[in-house]
Nanobody
Framework: QVQLVESGGGSVQAGGSLRLSCAPS????????MGWFRQAPGKDRDLVAA????????YYADSVRGRFTISRNNARNTVYLQMNSLKAEDTAYYYCTAGAGFSTVVAGSSEYWGQGTQVTVSS
């Protein structure tokens, strides 16, 4: 099993920045790709960004491209989501996910999910 623990959420004004972190533990050797999804009240859970083990494959949703940056530190076994120029529409619960395959994570089909962290952006 793999456990994912997110941190770094909070409240910020529009135009501000936050950095989310996700640290997996357990059978981490089974993980290749990690990603972030978000879910706003009354809406579906949507992919925000994903990154492969070697960082050679990275995906961003159109809504965050150019503002958010996903990265990972394999030595620390941690993935980060740097969120800049935040907008009110970025307000959501953000979930970390991890899996063996890039396409599986991007599809939201991986079996490992964190508990989530709230990001609130006020306009």
């Amino acid at each position: 099993q793999v456990q994912l623990v997110e941190s770094g959420g909070g409240s910020v004004q529009a135009g501000g920045s936050l950095r989310l972190s996700c640290a997996p533990s357990g059978r981490t050797f089974s993980i290749n790709t990690m990603g972030w999804f978000r879910q706003a009240p009354g809406k579906d859970r949507d992919l925000v960004a994903a990154i492969s083990w070697s960082s050679d494959r990275i995906y961003y949703a159109d809504s965050v491209r150019g503002r958010f940056t996903i990265s990972r530190n394999n030595a620390r076994n941690t993935v980060y989501l740097q969120m800049n120029s935040l907008k009110a529409e970025d307000t959501a619960y953000y979930y970390c996910t991890a899996g063996a395959g890039f396409s599986t994570v991007v599809a939201g089909s991986s079996e490992y999910w964190g508990q989530g962290t709230q990001v609130t952006v006020s306009s």
